[in-house]
């Protein structure tokens, strides 16, 4: 059963940096991993996600982060970053990694099989 934990979020001011990280108890290059966010009263929304064919990692953005946020992957140690920078407020929410079997990037949340429980990341002054 793989386990997801995230960690990272925090208070920060419009316009800063925030990095989150995702460890996985046993996930390996077999997943794909991505990062969703959900604020409140509203749906949750795919942001990232990385997979791996062979040796090269593939990264994928939701247009209103790219540029801004870089997702990257350690094998070896488990773990899958967020690096979130200037962060605006309304993407204050609650973030969550999720993992699924596979090669292939996808969008919907439904098609995850695995999550963590999420961190808080809210921009504001």
């Known amino acids: 059963q793989l386990q997801l934990v995230e960690s990272g979020g925090g208070l920060v001011q419009p316009g800063g940096s925030l990095r989150l990280s995702c460890a996985g108890s046993?996930?390996?290059?077999?997943?794909?991993i991505a990062w969703f966010r959900q604020a409140p009263g509203k749906e949750r929304d795919w942001v990232s996600c990385?997979?791996?064919?062979?040796?090269?990692?593939?990264?994928d953005y939701a247009d209103s982060v790219k540029g801004r946020f870089t997702i990257s992957r350690d094998n070896a140690k488990n773990t899958v970053d967020l690096q979130m920078n200037s962060l605006l407020p309304e993407e204050t929410a609650v973030y969550s990694c999720?993992?699924?079997?596979?090669?292939?990037?996808?969008?919907?949340?439904?098609?995850?099989?695995?999550w963590g429980h999420g961190t808080q990341v809210t921009v504001s002054s």
């Open positions: 999720a993992a699924r079997r596979g090669t292939m990037c996808r969008k919907k949340y439904n098609e995850y099989d695995y």
């Open positions: 046993g996930f390996t290059s077999d997943y794909v």
């Open positions: 990385i997979s791996r064919l062979g040796s090269t990692n593939y990264a």
